[in-house]
């Protein structure tokens, strides 16, 4: 696997954002890394859910998705939407590679280790 298909690291600290005073990445935005659909990350975190405490991942209360989506042009298309989007830590975001099985997942945590964490610079 050559570096210049691992994920760069500024597209990974772009989709950073703060909630709860917690640096956290959407399930949309996670499941665009990793190659897969939203609905497939959040069934295989749903399959392995002892494995993601509410300190690697929560979900949005209905306030904090409508300031998201309000503060996020990027994120219009959840406007209208009646769910409400999972967010996963740092933590989570390691965990989320040990249980998604596709080529971007590896290629996302050989990123993180490689340039360190983006959680800690954004």
């Not at 298309?77 to 999972?86: G, I």
């Not at 040990?98 to 490689?114: G, W």
């Amino acid at each position: 696997m050559s570096e210049d298909s691992i994920v760069p690291i500024e597209r990974i600290e772009q989709r950073i954002i703060l909630i709860r005073g917690q640096k956290v990445m959407l399930d949309r935005d996670l499941a665009e890394l990793y190659g897969v659909e939203t609905k497939a990350l959040n069934q295989a975190v749903k399959r392995n859910a002892n494995r993601f405490p509410e300190d690697f991942m929560f979900r949005l209360e209905p306030d904090e998705k409508n300031e998201l989506v309000t503060k996020c042009d990027r994120l219009e298309s959840m406007k209208h939407s009646a769910a409400l989007p999972c967010v996963f830590t740092e933590q989570g975001v390691a965990m989320l590679s040990s249980v998604l099985k596709s080529k971007s997942a590896v290629e996302v945590n050989i990123a993180k280790i490689r340039w360190g964490s983006a959680f800690a610079r954004k």
